[in-house]
């Protein structure tokens, strides 16, 4: 997980919140690292691309993190 001190706004991500993420996977991919979540956090909020504070997102198969070989 990476957490960033970011101003968070209220309202849907922007579409650059899910870039980064996605762009931070690739980079640690390459590393033979799993990113799982991507938070920004300021003083006051919390926005996470994958988990939400009360559990894990609705949607089926967000848990992507290959199995131990």
Do not use: I, N
Request: glycine share 6%; proline share 10%; hydrophobic share 45%.
């Amino acid at each position: 997980m990476v957490l960033c001190d970011e101003a968070v706004v209220v309202g849907p991500p922007a579409a650059s919140f899910t870039a980064q993420f996605e762009a931070g996977r690739l980079l640690a991919a390459e590393h033979d690292v799993h990113l799982v979540d991507w938070v920004a956090c300021d003083d006051e909020q919390f926005r996470f691309a994958r988990m939400r504070p009360s559990g894990p997102t609705p949607e089926p198969g967000w848990w992507d993190v290959p199995l131990a070989s």
